[in-house]
């Protein structure tokens, strides 16, 4: 079997399209929706996130903010940003690009973000909202993953799936969304004996680990649906997923290219988000001057 591609580029060209309507009808009732970004530090990866995230909004027709800090900033400048960006109005959407240097404390800096701006969905309330399956914003990456998973036509309720990676940004939130499906779900992670032994099990695989080469041919059941959510640089220059792609599309169903599959949808699903959190504030769901979370209605 040579699997079928999930095209990510194709799939987020498509919900681009959309989102001019959205954007237009947003002007209409005098908003323009905002997404503020701050970067810390000069590290060439966060660089280029940044950069696509900012280059999507000029696409979509979200103004972007964007707000560099040098690496030694002191956590209290990052706080006190926050602070102003919480209460502009002009601003629907707050972004902290991660990692963060280590004299900032990640939490705190996250949890100072009014929730109903938190369009990473990273606060410790979406992170809840997603534990209940009540999710406003939910995290980008995986849920480009989810998008991309259901244009395969596959009902996951009841499927064996296998996240390998747990980390906070992808791969606890992708497991809990899976969950919510009704998969049942295993979580990979460093420390996991065997890995080999739960792969072999999933009738869909998500990779989010940042090594390459790490799923090889005899690891994947045949028939498996294989999301590939690394993007690793070569030596040579090459950007490469965590799955060995050559050989596993030869047993895999589906699988998603590196790059060209979950990649596009990551920042698609910034905008979407961000268009979400300004539709809420149009429509007073939202609340200015953002209150903290524990004094928000219940909705
Ligand atoms: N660093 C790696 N992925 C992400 C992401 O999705 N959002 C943010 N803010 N930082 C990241």
Not at 114 to 133: I, M, Q, R, W
Not at 201 to 226: F, Q, R, S, T, W
Request: aromatic fraction near 6%; charge should be neutral; hydrophobic fraction near 45%.
């Amino acid at each position: 079997m040579s699997a079928r591609i999930i095209d990510g580029k194709h799939l987020a060209r498509r919900l681009r399209g959309r989102f001019r309507e959205r954007v237009m009808a947003l002007a209409t009732r005098g908003v323009v929706p905002g997404l503020a970004v701050i970067l810390v530090g000069d590290s060439p990866a966060s660089q280029v996130y940044v950069a696509n995230k900012v280059k999507a909004c000029e696409e979509s027709g979200v103004r972007s903010f964007m707000h560099r800090f040098p690496a030694d900033v002191a956590e209290t400048e990052l706080l006190d940003r926050i602070a102003a960006f919480n209460l502009d109005a002009a601003m629907h959407g707050i972004l902290v690009q991660l990692p963060l240097p280590p004299q900032v404390d990640v939490r705190r800096v996250l949890e100072s973000i009014v929730v109903d701006k938190d369009v990473d969905g990273f606060h410790l309330y979406n992170v809840g909202a997603l534990v209940v399956g009540n999710s406003i914003f939910p995290p980008c990456t995986p849920y480009g993953v989810q998008l991309l998973l259901e244009t395969t036509g596959i009902d996951v309720a009841g499927k064996n799936v296998v996240v390998v990676g747990a980390s906070n940004i992808v791969g606890k939130p992708m497991a809990l969304m899976l969950l919510q499906k009704e998969a049942t779900v295993t979580i990979c992670h460093a420390k996991t004996r065997d890995l080999a032994r739960h792969t072999i099990d999933a009738d869909i695989l998500v990779v989010a680990a940042g090594k390459p080469g790490l799923i090889k041919e005899e690891m994947v059941k045949e028939g498996a649906i294989v999301i590939d959510v690394g993007i690793n640089r070569l030596p040579d220059g090459r950007i490469v997923g965590d799955v060995d792609f050559d050989v596993v599309r030869e047993r895999a169903s589906w699988i998603t290219p590196v790059p060209g599959g979950v990649g596009p949808m990551t920042v698609t699903m910034l905008i979407e988000n961000t268009l979400r959190s300004a539709e809420r504030f149009a429509n007073g769901e939202a609340f200015h001057p953002p209150q903290p979370f524990w004094q928000v209605p219940a909705r």
